[in-house]
Every structure is written in C-alpha cells, then in structure tokens.
C-alpha cells in the first residue's frame, strides 16, 4: 500500500503535465465549443447552446474535409508501412555501409515539411519545375499537375509517404533487431524458406512494432496540415483540404475561435473513434505479445 | 543464452544512437534554417522610447533607411522595425497570434486593406481622429482614401496606394490593350505566330490572390462583388457570370495555361519574365522585380491600368497597406508621432524610388523629380483614380475564401460559371446571415 502511494507520488508530476498540456486543452475546446467567439462576438465567448455542434453537422466542408482527410491518411500510411517494413527489411541485411546507408535514409525524415513541401511544389511547378522538365526532354508536354484535384492528391500522399516513409522504417528496424537471430537459425535448420521466415516468424513478432508505427503514423497524418497549406494550399477548389487546414482557418482567418474549436473538437473524436477501433481489432490480432516478452 | 542475448542489447544500442543521431540531426538543421519569426531589428540604445512597428519583409527593408535617419535625429524615440513574413496571410497569422496574448510586442502594426474590417471587429485598433483630422485624407488620391476609416473612425494611415496592374509586353505591340477583347485578340494573335507561349498570366490559386483577380474581372464586366448599400454579395448576377466565364474562357481557349488555376503572384511573375507570355496581371512590385533581373523580357515591360471589357471601366484592386496602432501600445502619442513620420512624404518617396511601391501623397505624384525616378508614376495615379476595394466587412475572410474556392473549382473544370457563381453567392449569404445572427457588428460598410 505504501509502495502504492510511492508510485503515484513520483508519479504526479508527470501526470500534472500532461494534464497541462494535454487535458487542459481539450476542455477549453470543449468550453469553446458551446461558444459564440468570433469578431462578432468582440472576440469574448458568448454561450450558445449546441449552435456550433448543430452547423457542424450540416457543414458539408466539414464532412467533406473528413473525408478527404481519412482517405489521406488511409493511403499514406498503407503505402508508407508497405515501403517502410520493405526498406527496414533491406537496412536489416548485412549490407557494406549499411550504417551510412541507414543515415542517409534518416534524411527526408530530418527535414522540415514545410522545406519539403516548399521543394515539391516547385518539382512539380508547370513549366519550370524539374519533372516537367524531364517530361519534355522525353518528348511530352509539361502538366499542370497542382491544377488537377487527382494529380495533386497524388503528390500530397507522395511527399508525406517520401517524408515520413523513414521513419516507419526506423521502427520496424528496432523491432527487427529484437528478434533472436537464433530463431531464425532454427528455423532454416528445419528447412522453412525465406517467405516462410518472414510469415511465420518475423512478422509475428514485428507486430508490436508495426503497429505502434501505425497508430503513430496515423494520428500524425489525421492531423496533417502544414504539408498541406504549403504545397497545395487546400486546393485545387478545396480538394486536398484537411481538417487540420479548415480548423485553422476558422481560427486564425475568420477569427471564428467558437466554431474552429468545434472542428477540432470533433476531429479529435473522430481521431480517437478511429485509434480506439484499431486498437481494439490489433489487440484481438496479438498484439499483447510485448517487445520483451518475445526476446 | 547469456552470449546470444547480449547482441540484441547492442542492437538496441545502436539504434538508440541512430534515433539520437536522427534527433541531432534534425535539431541542427532547424536551427540552421533562418528562423521566420520575429527577428528584431538593432536594439536601440536604453533612453529613448522605444516604438516597435512590425512588417512584412519587403517594406521592413524599404524603410530601413529613413527609419536608421529618423533614430539618428534623437527625437527621443527609437523606432524598431520588426520584420515579419513575406506573405500577406502569413504575416496576419503572426500578427493575429500576438495580438489574441493581449500585450502584443509591437506598438504599431502595417495593416493590409483586406484585414481593416476584421481587425477593427477584434478590437484591436485603436481610432486615430484625435490625432489625424478628416482633412488629413484630402491630400491623397482617391483610391489611397479607401479602406482606412469603417463606422466614424479613421483606423489607419496608408503608407502605400498599390493596386492590381496589367503588364504588357513592349516588343510585342505597340500599345496596350484597351479593353479585354483587344487583350485576348492579341493574345491570340502572339501565340498564332509562335511570339509566345501564353497570352495572359494571372494569379489562379485558391488563395486570396484570386479574389483580387476576380474583383478586377467583375468590375471589367460591370458586375460587382459587394453592394455596400444592402451590405450583400452580388456574385450570381449575370455580369459577374459572364466575368467568371470570361476567366474559364481565358484557360479553355488556351489563351491562359492551365498552370495558372495554381499560380500565386510569384509563379505568374516567373513566367512573364522568362518571356513566355504577352500579358501579366501583379502589384507595382513585378515591374522592379524585371527591370532588376537580366531576364529576356527587361526593358520590354510596359504597365497600364486595368483594362475593362468594352464599353466598361477597368479598375485595379486596391492592395494598400497602411499604419494603424494596436489597442494597449504603452506610448500612443509617440507611436502616432512615427505614424506621422513613416506615412509621410519623406518615406513614400523613398518607397516609391526605391521599390516602386505607389505613394499616397497627391503632391508626390506632381513631383517631376520623383516622376523621372519612378517610372510607374503616372499609370498608378491613373489606376487610383478607379480603385475597386474588396468588401469592407468583418466577414471578409470567409467570403474571400468561399469565392476562391469556387472559382478555382470553375478554372479546374469541375464545374461551369454559373454554377460556381451560384454556388459562391448561396454561401455567401449564409455567411452574411450568420454573421448578422449573431450580434450586429460593430462596424458596418461605410467607407471613407
């Protein structure tokens, strides 16, 4: 018992700051969500029952944005475990300079998104950017790939996947690394092929590992937004805008702080709705078995 | 057991040091990149009062000179210019997070027209008729006037009086278009012959830059955006249609690249001065941005006030910045004192030899001196005589943001003009009725 309070008394520091930095916020979201804030209001907070969860619900930008936000981070964190667990199996062979290999890999994960993204605009700029430069030395004619809905979704997926594909791939390295190498062995001695390996006892044990990347990876590209306001700035004709964007123009554009906490608000639950589902059906899928307990 | 299980500890080690290589890495790089945020000027010396006026890059620079004289004077108060951003809606972003903490860290603030309507709503302006009287504003050009005052009051002085402007190639033609027919006729003419490329560049994006175009278009089709009398939008007339389809004509006959539906100003500019195209919408800056470079088009520049369609009058949108103080300033009479100072006569002329920027001054435009220095002169007094200002109203931001929106769709063929204009118009007064469900505003649409 005594030993009990010990813990929660080291403990409580800890607790009070992210109480600070995490909870404290989203009550004053959820204050500010049953508030009228905005330039109208004089910018102080004036009760207004559910009128800003109510225009929520018939907001199509909203629901739209949601959308567009979920099939975003669907599909790039689907191709960036794809890519990551591939890149992650390769840095794992004994390669020469497999270290300098692994650093350079680190690198577009090291850079700033707003450079990064600053970069691809300009790569995919019509007609002086680099790829429609190659596009017509190949003997085609330039793009305007930014002005069509589906190329530029194509390249915002494409630059987080480039962005952020190493850093999937550095975890599922450091899961690939606790597996016992004589695991491995024994199952070669016993004649399982390198597919077998890879399904029958490296993926199960990496499970752990993928699927912390998974709920890491997600929760980052459900909030994606500066990637977003830089490259395609939400366009063309709002199709690549996120939820992330919308809340923030709401904020800081229209000065309309009732409703952007609303949008934020009801991301965040539609953020937790989602990690909590896949948490669930991970948990169903294995993934008790801990990192320690499978060395 | 005890051998095998040590190698994954160093394993684990390793990647440590590489997740802590990775984390130093990135940390050095951030720090190498210049940070984008406030950079103080010089620090003044501890005595004099310091005045602390925060603005975009470009005309921090512009000014720093007169500002290093006037702090040489020794009047007892040192200015501090903060440079901020670039980008006008980044700049505002800066400005709009220091001024929500309450105790902003600048005195006083370059307003940009656009943002007056909201900032004046927020509170955080402080009117300036006690110090500068209703004859102050007589001395400028018409269009310079606009976009200060909202309700009774006066909430900034404009240093700058720029507005929307059509370039126009001199070696290509021996005048400029006078109207949009001659525009596209030309256009089309120049790109039959393999002259260039393109015909006309504008700025496209879904950002506000396009609702600067578009208040250009529709006042070129005698339509307009706001009616400052019913305080509504009039997008979904039929002469604000016929702009819009006028702009999705201009990228459907090949006259303006489909690039263009991305392009903000820089793009538009970049591709003007490589010579590929005869017309180029853009602020005053552009043309100090050509004649500086060694592009192909240098010296072959020329600039006209917007052109209309035929039989109606053009007009350039109004993209003035002026100087209003920021409610809370612990030194109004100072701060009000480098108001007085930085919008003066001194400044803009220097402004305008220096950057090009239009002054606001009517006597600076009679200058033979400055005229001869400045080469824009006369077309941007001419373009302030018909200034179109964006709608004066707290709700603004939204509007500006549905219409781009909209628009940008309209240009990326998802759908037609009218459809997009209905479309523009039906949010907008959504928006309007909204704003007035809530409380009445503050400042309703009069301007002055």
Known sequence: ?295 | MAVRSRLPSLRWRRCALMLLSAVLLSAVLLALLPSTGLVGAQPSAAQPIPIRVLMPAPLADAVAGPVARFNARGSGVAVEVVRGPLDTETISDLAISSLLLGEAPFDLLLVDVSWLAKYVAAGWLVPLERWFGPEVLAGMEPGARLGNGLGDHLWRMPLTGDTGLLYWRTDLMERPPRDTEELVALSRDLQRRGKVRWGYLWQGRQYEGLSCVMVEVLQAFGARWWNGATARTELDSPEAVAAAGWLAGLLRDGVSPKAVANYAENDALQSFAAGEAAFLRNWPYAWREIEKSDGPVKGKVGVTPMVGAPGEQGGGTLGTWGLSLIEGSPHPEEAVEVIRWLTGPVVQRQLAIEQGYAPTWSRLYDDADLQRRAPLLAVQRQALQHPQLRPLTPAYAQLSDLLARQVNGMLTAQEGPDQAMAAAQGQSLQVLRSVAGTTGPKGTASEG
């Open chain 1, 1 to 295: 018992m005594k030993q009990r309070a010990t813990t929660l008394l080291l403990m409580l520091p800890a607790l009070l700051l992210l109480a600070a930095v995490f909870l404290y916020p989203l009550l004053r979201y959820g204050w500010l969500s049953f508030h009228a804030s905005s330039v109208l209001t004089g910018l102080v907070p004036v009760p207004n029952g559910g009128a800003n969860w109510l225009r929520l619900l018939s907001d199509a930008r909203f629901w739209t944005d949601a959308g567009q936000t979920l099939r975003f981070a669907v599909c790039s964190v689907a191709l960036e475990l794809a890519g990551g667990l591939a890149l992650a199996l390769l840095l794992h062979q004994p390669l020469q300079g497999r270290g300098a290999l692994r650093a350079l890999t680190l690198l577009p994960w090291a850079l700033p998104t707003t450079v990064m993204a600053l970069g691809w605009r300009w790569i995919l700029n019509d007609p002086h950017g680099p790829l429609n430069a190659a596009i017509r030395s190949l003997g085609g004619s330039s793009y305007a790939f930014l002005s069509t809905p589906a190329t530029t979704w194509f390249f915002v997926v494409l630059a987080d996947v480039w962005k952020t594909l190493p850093f999937v791939a550095l975890l599922l390295l450091a899961g690939l690394q606790t597996i016992p190498v004589d695991l491995e062995e024994a199952l070669r001695l016993e004649g399982a092929s390198r597919v077998q390996i890879l399904r029958r006892l490296t993926l199960p044990l990496l499970v752990p590992y993928i699927a912390l990347a998974l709920l890491f990876r997600l929760a980052q590209a459900l909030g994606v937004f500066d990637l977003i306001l830089v490259l395609s700035g939400g366009g063309p004709a709002g199709s690549t805008e996120s939820l992330a964007l919308y809340a923030y123009l709401n904020a800081m554009r229209f000065l309309d702080f009732g409703y952007a906490a609303t949008v934020m608000l009801a991301t965040f639950l539609l953020l937790l709705a989602l990690l909590g589902g896949g948490w669930l059906l991970l948990r169903r899928g294995g993934i008790e078995r801990t990192p320690d307990r499978a060395t």
